[in-house]
Structure formats: structure tokens, C-alpha cells
């Protein structure tokens, strides 16, 4: 074993091939509270980011994320730098310096339409920073946390039913709040939620092959989710989750666009762990934020779930 580093590898397999999710390293132990971190990785940006989807309490992202970051959320290749506080309380301050490739809030690639060309945005491209608190109060535990990212924006959907693309800047914000309540030592209750806001500004361009139009475009959204989890035995865990954005201040050359601010999204699970290494959930929910021509789109579902782990596997964060 390295006593200096720990290396880490994330391997996912698809229908569609194989994809490095995560494979970086990290440091064991600098000196005064501080820790180093290098490679491709999940971001430490707000609460869920940094955790794998197979240790979400639901089968899908919350709302908002998707959204804002997108299906696969905030992964990308940089370094991290973290300083645990030597309080007598978890507090950690952490800030990153990552590529910005996430298309759905940032992204990095050019692109030309009509007699236009918008070049790439310099590298690294995107800033994180955030602060992590945690503390008890008897079998009452929180933990809490601020983050901001920012950085440049390119998106390119001229290949699109609606062809457009998008060159300007974004800052988006997190605030997280876990509270859990440890029954006993198996049982427990947790109420968890996250509110995220995003401030974009830049240029639209709208292109169908012979005329260009170009809008000052101005995004001021937000929205959250909240869930409950209640774990009745060792095997056993139900749970209820409620979406919305709540915030969707659109505006195309100073005037405001005509578009709903009130997207909601319900779910509720239930879960059988059969041993630690495997999973059942049954979910269902509706999803009422889909808009086609105007007319919102009711999306009912309804997910059967099997999780299985193979071989050594670390525990997870709180």
C-alpha cells in the first residue's frame, strides 16, 4: 500500500461501451487538515454530485440537478483541494478547479453558425468552491452545506429539431441540509433536501440554415428538492420525495419570456435489502415538469430496481 496516495477507478459498462467514470488520486496525509485530489472525479457541489447513483435513496436524479447538471451531474477531470478545520465540529472548506465540460451549465467547445464563429473557452473553465459542516444534538445529527460554481458557457444544438446554441457565463449556487435520527442502531428517519439557483447570461443564436438570430438571453432559475427516508428494520426503508422549480426568470433582450414557474415532481419508494451487497426498490412517481407545444406533459412512472455488489466495496458517506 501506497503511504502516500490512494488511487481510485470507477468502470462503468453500458450497451454502449465502456466509460471511465472516476480515476483519480488522493492524498492520505498532508500535514494541518489539508487533503489533494487529482484525476476525473465526482464534485464535491452540493449534497448528492459526489455520490454514485447505485447509493441514491431514490432510482432517478432529483429534478433540479438534472436540469442544471445534467443526467450524469457535475463529473470532471481537475484537482481538488480540501482543509478539514480543527474544531471540535466537522468543518471542511474545499475548492476545485475542474475543465467545465458539463454542457448543461458550462462546456467548453466552439462552434460556427452562419458567418459566426465562437471560439472554445479557455481551460480549466469552471470554479468550485464550498464549506461542509456537520454537528449532533443527542441522536440528532446534521450536516450542512454551502457551494458556488462558475464559469463559461458554450452550448451547441445547431443539429437540433430546434437548431441554437448558447456562448456566455453561469454561477450556480447550493445550499444542502441533511438532518438524521437514529432510532436505534438499525432503524432511523432522515429528511434531506438541496435548493439550487443558477444566474446565466449570454447569447443566444438561433440559426435555420439561411437566417441568424442572435438575443441577449438572461436565466435567473431555481428550484430544490426534499425527501424523507424512513428505515423501519435492517431490511427494510420507505421513502417519499418532493420536486419543483420554482424559479424560471427567462429573459430574451430585456423582455421576459412566457414560462411556467412551478415544475413539480413526485416519488416514493420502497426498499427490501435482502444481505449489505444487494437491493430491491420498487418507485413510482409523476413527473409534471415536461412541456410539449405549450401543453404540459404528465409522465407517470413506474421503476423496478436491482442493485448487486461484487467484491470489496468502501462504505458510504453519511
Known amino acids: 500500500m501506497d503511504p502516500y496516495f490512494d488511487l481510485y477507478a470507477v468502470i462503468?459498462?453500458?450497451?454502449?461501451?465502456?466509460?471511465?467514470?472516476?480515476?483519480?488520486?488522493?492524498?492520505?496525509?498532508?500535514?494541518?487538515?489539508?487533503?489533494?485530489?487529482?484525476?476525473?472525479?465526482?464534485?464535491?457541489?452540493?449534497?448528492?454530485?459526489?455520490?454514485?447513483?447505485?447509493?441514491?435513496?431514490?432510482?432517478?436524479?432529483?429534478?433540479?440537478?438534472?436540469?442544471?447538471?445534467?443526467?450524469?451531474?457535475?463529473?470532471?477531470k481537475g484537482v481538488q483541494l480540501n482543509w478539514l478545520a480543527p474544531t471540535p465540529f466537522y468543518l471542511l472548506f474545499g475548492a476545485e478547479v475542474l475543465q467545465g465540460e458539463n454542457e448543461q451549465s458550462f462546456g467548453t467547445e466552439g462552434f460556427e453558425v452562419g458567418d459566426v464563429k465562437v471560439g472554445d473557452t479557455k481551460k480549466p473553465n469552471l470554479y468550485v468552491g464550498f464549506v461542509k459542516t456537520s454537528f449532533d444534538v443527542g441522536n440528532l445529527s446534521f450536516l450542512t452545506g454551502l457551494s458556488f460554481a462558475t464559469g463559461h458557457s458554450r452550448v451547441n444544438h445547431l443539429y437540433a429539431d430546434h437548431p441554437h446554441a448558447f456562448a456566455g457565463k453561469t454561477k450556480l449556487y447550493g445550499f444542502d441540509l441533511t438532518a438524521k435520527y437514529m432510532i436505534d442502531s438499525y432503524r432511523y428517519i432522515s429528511l434531506q433536501g438541496e435548493y439550487l439557483y443558477r444566474d446565466q447570461k449570454g447569447t443566444k443564436y438561433e440559426y435555420d440554415g439561411s437566417t441568424l438570430e442572435t438575443d441577449e438571453l438572461k436565466k435567473k432559475q431555481g428550484g430544490f428538492y426534499t425527501q424523507l427516508v424512513f428505515k423501519s428494520d435492517r431490511r427494510w426503508r420507505a421513502g417519499v420525495q418532493y420536486n419543483l422549480i420554482n424559479k424560471n426568470d427567462v429573459k430574451r433582450n430585456g423582455v421576459k419570456v412566457n414560462l411556467p414557474d412551478d415544475l413539480p415532481a413526485y416519488y416514493a419508494m420502497l426498499e427490501y435489502n435482502p444481505t449489505e451487497f444487494s437491493r430491491i426498490r420498487f418507485q413510482v412517481g409523476q413527473n409534471r415538469a415536461f412541456f410539449h407545444d405549450g401543453k404540459r406533459e404528465t409522465v407517470n412512472e413506474f421503476i423496478l430496481q436491482f442493485n448487486f455488489a461484487i467484491g470489496a466495496h468502501g462504505a458510504h458517506p453519511f
Open 12 to 76: 462503468s459498462f453500458s450497451e454502449d461501451g465502456t466509460e471511465v467514470e472516476e480515476a483519480y488520486a488522493v492524498t492520505r496525509g498532508l500535514p494541518f487538515g489539508f487533503q489533494f485530489k487529482v484525476g476525473k472525479f465526482r464534485s464535491s457541489f452540493g449534497r448528492l454530485n459526489a455520490q454514485h447513483p447505485h447509493a441514491w435513496d431514490f432510482a432517478n436524479q432529483p429534478l433540479v440537478y438534472k436540469v442544471f447538471l445534467g443526467d450524469d451531474g457535475l463529473v470532471e
